[in-house]
């Protein structure tokens, strides 16, 4: 699922230019066409706990990525600026839905297994994006018809979604959860307690909504501005420019594929906050001695540092106490994505007043805020396997511990 849910969508991006074409579109309507997918993602993406209360997490999750494909796939038949921007806005809605399902689901699985899978399955995610990628790049360099290439994308993909469905997990959310212990008056960490839900867990989700904004800080970094400072700072040319880019998704998938052993031999606490300290490591390399090699490497690190994060939030985020199932996921998500749009215009706004590498020092603050308050984070990848807990002078206030059974 996390497989495909990045390839219907990069699978599309190399053919958005002919859809601009074929519109007529300015610049500045087909940029506001495509960032009605965020808006759409940010107001729909608070439905999901509703969709996964109803129908269950696999469901969602499988059913949604076949919708998904199917906007996908509508929006060459769009006839103007309008209905572009108005599917754009389902598409991206579908895809916070299917988002939240998905690490619902995984984290399900993960709990089945008792050890971290959660990396695995984002690195299948950075996969997919390349595949989807080189896909729709091929597809538009063999001039196939961009209706029928997006058509059969939906059905391909969207069918593998829906075949998967019967080896997904079925029964309630809860279903993997440790059982409470007989007598127990208080759930331990892990358990779910509707109803009352405490201030310290309201402040936890605040502090792990800024733990993923600096993620989005970082990635933002490479996409947006590592070619601008590659280019403009260090006086590369056009074709090493976007290597920061590639430097920094390379490696992060490659943390994410090796990530979950780390988790599981040094806990993912440790694992991230030392992530948080690569970064920091990273951007400061690369903004201290700019050179082609020193930038590359230095972008590579800053990947690399927060490869692992995203899951860890989210695995937090899914075992705090008195949050509906799919909340937690929902609200990190949300926050993701909004440090995703606040991103490019607060580093732009840095780089006018100053200059990009003096705004680009706001990375390896994002690294060191990591390194800080990762200590929020639950330890291991299996509640009953956590019996480090938070530290004893920050219990109180940071959320929830784990004690071994």
């Not at 699978?11 to 074409?21: A, G, H, T």
């Not at 940010?42 to 499988?62: E, H, N, Q, T, Y």
């Not at 391909?156 to 469905?165: I, K, Q």
């Amino acid at each position: 699922m996390f497989f495909v849910n990045a390839v219907l969508f990069a699978n599309l991006v190399p053919r958005l230019p002919e859809i601009k074409d074929r519109l007529e579109l300015s610049n500045a309507a087909f940029g506001s066409a495509i960032a009605a997918m965020p808006a759409g993602a940010l107001l729909a993406g608070l439905l999901a706990p509703l969709f996964i209360r109803w129908f269950g997490s696999a469901k969602v999750a499988s059913l949604g990525l076949l919708a998904l494909g199917l906007a996908i796939a509508g929006l060459p038949l769009t006839g103007g600026w309008v209905a572009f921007a108005a599917l754009m806005l389902v598409v991206g809605g579908l895809d916070a839905i299917v988002d939240v399902a998905q690490n619902a689901h995984g984290f399900r699985v993960q709990r089945a297994y008792g050890r971290s899978i959660v990396n695995g399955l984002h690195a299948l995610w950075s996969i997919g994006a390349v595949f989807g990628g080189l896909l729709g790049s091929l597809a538009a360099g063999l001039d196939v018809p961009m209706t029928a290439h997006l058509a059969a994308s939906a059905i391909v993909f969207g069918g593998v979604a829906v075949a998967v469905l019967s080896f997904l997990l079925s029964g309630p959310e809860d279903a993997e959860r440790v059982p409470l212990p007989a007598g127990a008056d208080e759930p331990p960490a892990g358990h779910r307690r509707h109803g009352h839900l405490a201030g310290r867990t309201v402040l936890l989700l605040g502090v792990l909504g800024a733990l993923a904004a600096c993620e989005a800080f970082v990635q933002d970094a490479g996409s947006s501005w590592g070619a601008l400072y590659l280019r403009g700072e260090v006086g590369a040319t056009a074709a090493v420019g976007g290597l920061a880019f590639v430097a920094l998704q390379v490696a992060m998938t490659a943390g994410r594929l090796v990530g979950d052993r780390a988790v599981d031999r040094f806990g993912q606490r440790r694992v991230a906050r030392v992530g948080g300290a690569v970064t920091a490591v990273g951007m400061t390399l690369a903004l201290a001695v700019p050179s082609v090699s020193t930038v590359l490497v230095g972008f590579a690190l800053t990947g690399l540092g927060v490869a692992t994060l995203v899951p860890a939030v989210m695995h937090t985020a899914d075992e705090l106490p008195g949050l509906s199932n799919g909340v937690g996921l929902t609200v990190v998500g949300f926050l993701l994505r909004f440090g995703f749009l606040v991103s490019p215009t607060l580093i732009g706004l840095l780089a006018d007043v100053v200059s990009l590498r003096g705004a680009l020092v706001s990375v390896v603050v994002a690294g060191l805020v990591v390194l800080l308050l990762g200590r929020v984070l639950v330890t291991a990848a299996h509640p009953a396997d956590d019996d480090q807990g938070m530290p004893p002078s920050s219990t109180p206030a940071a959320g929830p511990t784990r004690t071994s059974p």
